[in-house]
């Protein structure tokens, strides 16, 4: 069930995550394998699987996934700046299928994809 994604069972607070912000669309916590100084995952509480799964009907929460993203770069002094991004399914590497801004700073974070070929 989509319900049952581990980002799910970590807004419900049924496994352990080191929070950072929430509110009743979204819940803000830090990345388990970080990529850069401040590594923040910031979802809806409710699971939409993928950006290819998005409909207007989720709008409001997609709009607070970026006013949170503001408020977490805000407590994490990233006002040089940061970086968001969303993998979305095979492609782009998605792992979790539970909708997720990836929220990344605290250091230059160099180019944004090393081309192979
Ligand atoms: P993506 O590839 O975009 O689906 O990224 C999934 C991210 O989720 C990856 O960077 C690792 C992180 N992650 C996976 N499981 C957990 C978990 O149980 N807790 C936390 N805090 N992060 C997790």
């Given amino acids: 069930m989509p319900e049952d994604t581990i980002f799910a069972k970590i807004v419900r607070g049924e496994i352990p995550a ?4 929430r509110d009743e669309h979204v819940t803000a916590f830090r990345d388990i394998h970080p990529q850069a100084p401040v590594h923040v995952l910031i979802v809806p509480n409710r699971v939409i699987p993928s950006a290819l799964d998005v409909t207007e009907e989720d709008e409001p929460v997609l709009g607070r996934l970026f006013t949170a993203a503001r408020r977490v770069a805000e407590q994490e002094g990233l006002a040089d700046g ?7 399914r ?4 998605q792992e979790v299928d539970h909708l997720h801004l990836h929220l990344m700073g605290g250091e230059p974070l ?3 994809r090393v081309r192979r070929r």
Avoid: E
């Avoid at 095979?90 to 590497?93: E, I, L, Q, T």
């Fill in 18 to 21: 080191d929070v950072v912000y």
């Fill in 82 to 88: 940061f970086r968001l991004i969303v993998n979305c």
């Fill in 90 to 93: 095979a492609h782009g590497g």
């Fill in 110 to 112: 160099g180019p944004m």
